[in-house]
Structure formats: C-alpha cells, structure tokens
C-alpha cells in the first residue's frame, strides 16, 4: 500500500478510517492489530496537534517526557520554545482506546483536515524509541 521510508524512519504505516458517531463526536477506527499494539503499550494516549497538519499520539510517558524536554529548554530559547510548546501542547487531549476506535476532538478534526475520510497511522522509530503520528492522506504522500 505505502512504501516505508526509511529516511524518516517509518517502520509500519497503515489507513485508518476517521468518522464521525450518532452523537457528533469524531474517532479514528484502527486494525486490530495496531489497536492490540496500542494498547499493550498503554490504555490511555494523549493525541495532539503534530507539524503538518498531522496528529500525534503520546504514551503518557513519552508524554511526561515531553513536559520536562519544553521545562528544561526553555531557559536556552524561551521565546522560540514557548511557541512549539503551545502549538504541540495546547490542544492534546487524554483518550483511550475502545473497541479499536480512538476519540479525536473536533478541534483537531479541524486542524489536520481528516473528516470522514481515510488517513494514514504511521509508526516511527527513532533510537529505539516508537512514536505514532496519523496524517491525511495528501499529506502522508
């Protein structure tokens, strides 16, 4: 389907599907299997904005991870790195996975322009480290 990437480290990218329930509310239905990865991993995640239009998902501890990196360089760039910060930062929400769906605000429905429409989960690996990241199609290209 997606040729892997190895420049950027991608090991494993899949489509998954972004809709919308009765009550108005958006999630993103993954495969099984990648639910079953997700979830061994942690039962919550943080899903935030990511840099192009993309979303990211955090392990709580790479999430914690995070904080402290955005504590720590903020006395070399405050300026610069308040901004980052606040784009990656502001709008995460704390979601579970749920019978192979995972819940997405509208606000970052919005941002990444994925409505009702296949997007691409992608799974990277840097310095033994796996980080997840689901972008729209003409994005993920």
């Not at 606040?86 to 322009?113: V, W």
Request: hydrophobic fraction near 40%; include cysteine.
């Amino acid at each position: 389907m997606y040729k892997l990437d190895e420049e950027k480290n991608i090991v494993n990218k899949t489509c998954v599907q972004i809709r919308k329930h009765e009550n108005d509310t958006w999630y993103m239905e993954i495969p099984e299997s990648w639910a079953e990865e997700l979830s061994e991993i942690s039962d919550v995640w943080i899903i935030g904005k990511g840099i192009e239009k993309g979303l990211n998902l955090y392990s709580p501890q790479q999430w914690e991870k995070m904080k402290l990196f955005f504590l720590k360089e903020k006395a070399i760039d405050e300026k610069r790195i308040r901004v980052l910060q606040r784009h990656l930062m502001a709008a995460a929400y704390e979601t579970r996975i749920q019978n192979g769906k995972i819940n997405i605000p509208e606000i970052l429905i919005a941002y990444c322009e994925i409505e009702n429409e296949e997007a691409v989960l992608i799974k990277y690996e840097r310095e033994g480290k796996v980080f997840y990241s689901v972008q729209n199609m003409s994005e993920a290209s």
